[in-house]
């Protein structure tokens, strides 16, 4: 699902995947990972290199504050839709049409540096929507990556016991 947020004055397309115990968030576009722990009701992201302490009040008029490492932002959820071809592109991993209104190639990607455990599909396989198609191993987990939408399976550009680096194109599905 993809959130239209206001913050700081400015409205940002926000989607998040959770993958094992990390999140990849896309936020208008821009893939990041975000290490998340709960520590006495204030959220620790762990970005990159830096850390964030983070702080949400309760929710009042659809507002609702937020103290980022102690600075106060004003939030609220413009919106909520499914996730999907639109403004901002899904997080790698997640699979996308690349035209607008759905028409074009679904790039499927690996979500962060792995090792292909599994190929679920071939050239030429018919998948229905959430239909997984391939399971890569990161960070000791298991992600198995699947079709955003119905399609036929053109290309496999990996192989089972291949090393992927993230972003890497694995499935196109037509």
Wanted: overall charge neutral; cysteine-free.
């Amino acid at each position: 699902m993809i959130l239209h947020i206001d913050a700081g004055g400015r409205r940002r397309a926000v989607e998040v995947v959770r993958i094992g115990d990390t999140y990849l968030v896309s936020i208008d576009g821009r893939d990041v990972e975000v290490d998340v722990k709960h520590i006495d009701g204030t959220l620790s992201l762990l970005i990159g290199t830096k850390s964030y302490e983070v702080l949400a009040g309760p929710p009042r008029d659809g507002m609702m504050m937020v103290h980022v490492n102690g600075v106060p932002v004003e939030v609220s959820v413009a919106a909520a839709v499914e996730a999907g071809p639109g403004p901002s592109r899904p997080p790698a991993g997640r699979t996308a049409a690349t035209a607008p209104g759905g028409v074009g190639p679904q790039q499927v990607k690996a979500p962060m540096p792995g090792k292909i455990v599994k190929l679920l599909v071939k050239p030429g396989d018919r998948v229905e929507s959430r239909q997984g198609l391939v399971v890569v191993e990161a960070m000791k987990m298991e992600n198995e990556l699947r079709a955003r939408a119905a399609g036929t399976v053109a290309e496999v550009r990996t192989v089972e016991g291949a090393s992927v680096e993230a972003g890497a194109i694995l499935v196109i599905l037509e």
